[in-house]
């Protein structure tokens, strides 16, 4: 039987933030760009969920899970994660295997397992089309339709290597285009009622943290649809 091992650390104190950040650390060493997107999307989820009047224990941990939605990249080939250009449908498979692979990370510590959840169910779609279990409606977590659109807003606008964000014009309207389908109706009612603040919400972002080359390949996932692959058994 495996012993456990046990390590006390006299006077240290370590908050959960701190272990988040190191995680980010970590990931922003293979693909730099998911630090600044996470950040952008954290404060877009924090502020739909304040809109929303949920509780601030709630935002709290929408605040942690967005920061982390994308932890699972990490467990992708570097080939796919950092391939220029369009990618096929055996990159996207292994890219959308993300979420799972995130779940998997963080379900391993106790404090991040209900962000673990969050973290699985962030590319499923209203419609049930997403992935990775397809999922719909109400049945995704409230949380995980929060940072659904907050990340399909910011991919959208972000800038690329080979072309500039889209305007945040377009991506109200591409949010509201899918909503019902892709997106929450509730969430992204709320999100129309903060259209104003998004401006200067990102701009403060952008302007306190380091900007990076952006991961190439992400907006072929802003619709989340799972990939099936003939003679791939699942």
Known sequence: MKKEVFIKIKDINIKIHDVINIIITILDARDPYTYTH????AELSVRIAEDMGLLPDHIEKIHIAAHLHDVGKIGVPDT?????????????????????????????????????DIVLHHH?????????DGIKGEDIPIE????????????ITSDRPYR?????????DEINKHNGDQFCPLIVEHFNNILNDIPPLINKCNDSIIQHSAFVGHEELLHSRKIIMPNIVY
Request: glycine share 8%; no cysteine; aromatic share 10%.
């Open 80 to 116: 796919v994660l950092n391939k220029p250009g369009k990618l096929n449908d055996v990159d996207m498979i292994q890219i959308q295997s993300h979420s799972r692979i995130g779940y998997n990370i963080l379900r391993e510590l106790a404090p991040f397992q209900e962000i673990s």
């Open 124 to 132: 499923e779609r209203y419609d049930g089309r997403g992935y990775p």
């Open 164 to 172: 500039n964000g889209l305007s945040y014009e377009v991506g109200f």
């Open 38 to 41: 996470s950040e952008r999307v």
């Open 144 to 155: 995980s339709r929060i940072i659904a659109v907050a990340d399909s807003f910011d991919a």
